[in-house]
């Protein structure tokens, strides 16, 4: 038990750095993540790659997707130096396959492809996925990839997510391993989080931990937190537990600037932090703004003086020019017309007013059409409904591709919808539907 958890009334450490699903936040580059991932195992896209520094949340996040996958089987491998045999029966003893005693090569890929086509014939789908991919050796990736071609004419029948830091990228580029980079379809970059999803990460961590509702990081503190983690969850875990026992050493119950400071040196004491930034005394801030004044006193003048010169230097018949149309446009002097002239353009006139008229009516009819539209969704693939507008609520109804549906009340990226008649959410994301008039459907 930590030493602060009754003192901040928490029944659970906030910041564990174990890859828990309970505790995982979903900022928008984890959104982006899942949303791919899922897409590209439902349409069956082969191989794909979630890349990501260490500790961007990679395995949590895989944690997050094997619990909200329907009908797909999965298989997680943590142990990327396995060889091509020990990896062979570890997918097929994780899917629940027996395997027999004797290892034959031949028998173990038979039994793992009828195990695939039964799931195919039964409407699901199969999922490995290797954690830490960077470490794979050759042998073992050429394994996994002969694996790959266990497909139907139309469709592959196994899906396989390489999530690794960014070195697994450089592995790919080499020549021997093109035939692999190649079939990879998607490959998706895991950012760090910004300074907003930063707050909102450190207090959805300390609400699922603690009895009451409550902030306990200051303004101050949460902007050198970023500037000491940018923005990377594992880092942030780290200095945020030892901020919250420098602040129950003193038995404060609020985390400031002075407690970040003293977590990050206790984490990395060989690292100075340069927090005080300089500050000029009386004089020199007076001194600083007659300066200030001045210069911009001398820009002005030069405006002035630029100008006046400019004026004097104008011919003389240029300038009584510019006199005389000032006089006229003041003293609505108009020349003398004919009664043609001024009957034709009256005409003129009344027929430019009629036209705006005209323009202005129809501007406000096609404004209150506009108004009175309602916005329609049109999927272009099969979706999940859910009960909540979240990626973690159940789905007990999956709506057809092409169906649309009526909007009810939009939340952010999610929408509420009526249809066959169910009630529920889907997630608003341009691969999967989009937004239509309902006049035109």
């Not at 928008?28 to 791919?36: D, K, Y």
């Not at 799931?119 to 290797?130: D, F, P, S, T």
């Not at 009451?212 to 101050?220: A, G, M, R, T, V």
């Amino acid at each position: 038990m930590s030493v602060y958890k009754e003192f901040f009334n928490f029944i659970d450490d906030p910041f564990k750095l174990t890859p828990d699903p309970d505790y995982f936040y979903c900022s928008s580059s984890h959104e982006e993540a899942i949303n791919l991932i899922e897409y590209s195992i439902s349409t069956r896209k082969g191989f794909m790659a979630l890349i990501g520094e260490v500790g961007t949340g990679k395995t949590t996040l895989t944690r997050v997707l094997i619990n909200s996958l329907e009908n797909v089987e999965t298989s997680l491998v943590l142990n990327p130096f396995l060889n091509s045999e020990e990896m062979l029966r570890y997918i097929c003893s994780d899917f629940g396959i027996i395997l027999p005693d004797k290892f034959d090569k031949g028998k173990v890929y038979e039994l793992l492809t009828k195990f695939l086509v039964r799931l195919y014939e039964e409407g699901k789908n199969a999922l490995v996925i290797i954690d830490e991919a960077q470490n794979l050796s050759f042998e073992t990736m050429e394994l996994i990839r002969q694996l790959s071609n266990i497909e139907k004419e139309d469709a592959k029948l196994l899906q396989i997510l390489f999530v690794g830091q960014p070195e697994f990228l450089e592995v790919l580029n080499k020549h021997e391993l093109r035939q692999l980079k190649q079939r990879i379809s998607v490959i998706i970059q895991l950012k760090p989080l910004n300074e907003e999803d930063l707050e909102n990460y450190v207090n959805y961590r300390i609400q699922k931990a603690s009895k009451y509702h409550k902030i306990l990081f200051s303004k101050e503190a949460i902007k050198l937190l970023y500037d000491l983690t940018q923005g990377n969850p594992r880092e942030i875990n780290k200095i945020c537990e030892y901020a919250l026992i420098a602040a129950y050493n003193e038995q404060n119950k609020k985390i400031t600037k002075k407690h970040i400071e003293k977590a990050f040196k206790e984490i990395s004491p060989t690292h100075i932090i340069h927090t005080k930034t300089f500050e000029p005394d009386h004089n020199t801030k007076k001194l600083s703004l007659t300066l200030i004044t001045f210069l911009l006193l001398v820009f002005l003048s030069g405006i002035i003086v630029y100008f006046i010169f400019l004026q004097n230097n104008k011919p003389y018949a240029e300038r009584k020019a510019v006199i005389y149309s000032s006089s006229v446009e003041n003293f609505n002097i108009k020349p003398q017309l004919d009664n043609k002239t001024v009957t034709n353009d009256n005409k003129s006139d009344n027929k430019s007013v009629q036209k705006e008229k005209v323009k202005i009516n129809l501007t406000t009819d096609n404004n209150t059409k506009a108004t009175l539209s309602k916005n329609c969704i049109h999927f272009l693939v099969n979706q999940k409904l859910r009960k909540s507008p979240s990626l973690k609520s159940k789905s007990n109804f999956t709506i057809p591709k092409n169906s649309i549906a009526e909007i009810i009340e939009k939340r952010g990226n999610w929408a509420k919808i009526s249809i066959d008649n169910k009630i529920g959410w889907v997630l608003i994301y341009n691969k999967y539907n989009s937004l239509i008039n309902c006049e035109n459907k």
